[in-house]
Nanobody, 116 residues
Framework: QVRLVESGGGLGQPGGSLRLSCTASGFISGVHTMGWFRQAPEKQREWVAAIKTSNGSTNYADSVKGRFTISRDNAKNTVYLQMNSLKPEDTAVYYC?????????WGQGTQVTVSS
């Protein structure tokens, strides 16, 4: 399987920025997509963003479009989520994931709290 280790979560201020990272190891051959979900308290899991590892094409949820940027460094097997213009509604546990043939792997989740 793919092991995913996340970092960068914590406390952010409204209007501020945080940068999440997720590094993959293990059986990483065949990974074609990396991305992020989030889950706020008492809400369902929400897809946030994804990036193709091959060509770098990106997709975003409407709720974060224009504020968040997903990127990758293939040499480091790492995906990033740059979170700008943070809102309290962004408070959630953020989960990194990878997609390969018939397999989705997940990170452990990292807490993001946006509060003044």
């Amino acid at each position: 399987q793919v092991r995913l280790v996340e970092s960068g979560g914590g406390l952010g201020q409204p209007g501020g920025s945080l940068r999440l990272s997720c590094t993959a190891s293990g059986f990483i051959s065949g990974v074609h997509t990396m991305g992020w979900f989030r889950q706020a308290p008492e809400k369902q899991r929400e897809w946030v963003a994804a990036i193709k590892t091959s060509n770098g094409s990106t997709n975003y949820a409407d709720s974060v479009k224009g504020r968040f940027t997903i990127s990758r460094d293939n040499a480091k097997n790492t995906v990033y989520l740059q979170m700008n213009s943070l809102k309290p509604e962004d408070t959630a546990v953020y989960y990194c994931y990878t997609d390969r043939f018939r397999a989705r792997d997940w990170g452990q989740g990292t807490q993001v709290t946006v509060s003044s």
